[in-house]
């Protein structure tokens, strides 16, 4: 029921040099006949390093793949060392940045505002940004999870037009499920995604709201994804460590 397609991600987070890129990207392409990609719609979002190579293969080989990046500056260009601007990664072809994973949060100390930033940067340069947000296990034991993840979104978006907002993407990703085998139980990520959809609701009208894709991310595997997305608000998945293996990123494209 429905109308929003599936978005299946795959964050490889610090993982793969260009070589294994390709390698991985081929494997994925391989696996996965075309008929899927009428359904649901599949990403790999690799390091920086790799996207040339990445961009080059989708191209030349025509794959229906899409690709992204993990993080971009807030600034379009100038004295900031190290750091990659949206117009460079619109240039390689990227469709997503992923913004505010809690990785880049805890290791950074990426605040919210400077997500904020990031989101803007990412849709004026006609990108789709991927906005995570997710509580940590202290929040969550404490009951205030719904909150602390709406805060966390409404703050992502500040600023954005009705235009901007509905090209972006919601990932609800509760820290303490990320990367440690612990799944959120589908009431659990419905609850969350549900209520992020109610806020955006409140803030945007309800046919905005309808159109945004609100994925689940946090050890997300293939056992475990048909039970997630059938929820009513859970509209695909972002996957880290299960992503890095083709077979089963395959196979879960064939289940979201
Ligand atoms: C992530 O980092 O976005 C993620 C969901 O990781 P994992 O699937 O490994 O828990």
Redesign the pocket.
């Known amino acids: 029921s429905k109308s929003r397609q599936p978005l299946l991600a795959g964050?490889w987070?610090m993982n793969l040099n260009h070589l294994e890129a390709i390698a991985l990207v081929q494997k994925i392409a391989f696996a996965l006949p075309e008929k899927y990609f009428d359904k649901v719609e599949v990403a790999v979002i690799p390091p920086f390093t790799d996207l040339r190579s990445v961009q080059t293969l989708i191209d030349g080989d025509k794959l229906l793949l899409r690709h992204g990046a993990q993080d971009v500056s807030q600034h379009d260009s100038g004295a900031y060392t190290g750091d990659v601007s949206a117009p460079m990664l619109a240039k390689l072809g990227c469709d997503y940045v992923v913004v505010g994973?809690s990785?880049r949060r805890e290791h950074h100390g990426e605040t919210d505002e400077l997500i904020n930033r990031k989101v803007r940067a990412v849709l004026k340069h006609d990108m789709s940004p991927i906005l995570?947000v997710g509580e940590g296990s202290d929040v969550r034991e404490a009951g205030d999870h719904v909150s602390y993840c709406t805060s966390q979104l409404i703050e992502g978006l500040k600023g954005l037009k009705q235009d901007q907002v509905r090209r972006a993407v919601i990932?609800y990703?509760p820290v303490w499920?990320?990367?440690?085998g612990k799944v959120a139980t589908a009431e659990d990520a419905q609850e969350v995604c549900g209520a992020l959809r109610a806020a955006l609701a409140d803030k945007y009208g309800t046919e905005i709201a309808e159109e945004i894709r609100v994925l689940y991310?946090?050890?997300?595997k293939s056992s475990n994804i048909s039970d997630l997305v059938g929820r009513e608000d859970v509209d695909g998945a972002?996957?880290?460590?299960?992503s890095l293996n083709g077979d089963e990123f395959a196979k879960m494209s064939a289940l979201a």
């Open positions: 964050n987070k994973h990785e995570c990932a990703e499920a990320i990367g440690t991310g946090g050890s997300v972002l996957v880290g460590g299960a």
